[in-house]
């Protein structure tokens, strides 16, 4: 049995809810049983984002996480609110281009400064898919899924059409980055 924790947080705008249901949607294409809930801020602009995914290769019997084997933060404020679910050892993305400096101890953690909007901006010429890059990096460093079903839940998830290979190129570009690792 595989049982995968996954947070992901930053704010509203940076593409939070939408990696979680490409992921979320990715996992179940590919036979997994996915769970994802989330909150958010009552805030019209600037408010915060989360989504929290309970991933299993077998029914998922208690649907919260609690012990987090990775989180995905975009803000320094949203990782510190969520640092407290990742268990030790576990992966912490950071979007560098936002969260520049961590004036906090994260050595009991696999930390990842992913340079998310310069990354979009290089491979798609769109910094609007820097959660895709995030969500590259994910995948790539997790192996959570194989990247056929993220890419398929993009062709699923993706509502304006000219948006689509910008997203599977930036989250393509990442995967392939980050998986060396």
Do not use: C
């Not at 984002?49 to 803000?75: C, F, H, W």
């Not at 890419?151 to 060396?180: C, D, G, W």
């Amino acid at each position: 049995m595989v049982h995968h924790e996954i947070v992901l947080a930053g704010l509203g705008g940076h593409g939070i809810i939408f990696m979680g249901r490409v992921l979320g949607y990715a996992a179940i294409l590919s036979g997994k049983d996915a769970v994802m809930t989330t909150s958010y801020s009552p805030a019209q602009r600037g408010g915060w984002s989360k989504a929290y995914l309970v991933i299993d290769d077998e029914p998922i019997e208690y649907p919260v996480v609690t012990r987090a084997d990775a989180l995905v933060a975009t803000t320094l404020e949203m990782l510190y609110s969520e640092l407290h679910l990742l268990r030790d050892n576990g992966i912490l993305i950071i979007d560098s281009d936002i969260i520049r400096e961590v004036p906090r101890d994260l050595s009991r953690y696999r930390v990842y400064r992913v340079p998310a909007h310069t990354m979009a901006l290089k491979t798609s010429g769109n910094e609007r898919t820097a959660n895709m890059v995030l969500l590259g990096a994910l995948i790539g460093l997790t192996r959570i899924i194989d990247p056929e079903y993220i890419i398929k839940s993009l062709k699923h998830n993706v509502r304006r059409k000219e948006l689509l290979e910008p997203n599977i190129n930036s989250f393509t570009n990442a995967y392939q980055k980050y998986m060396s690792i």
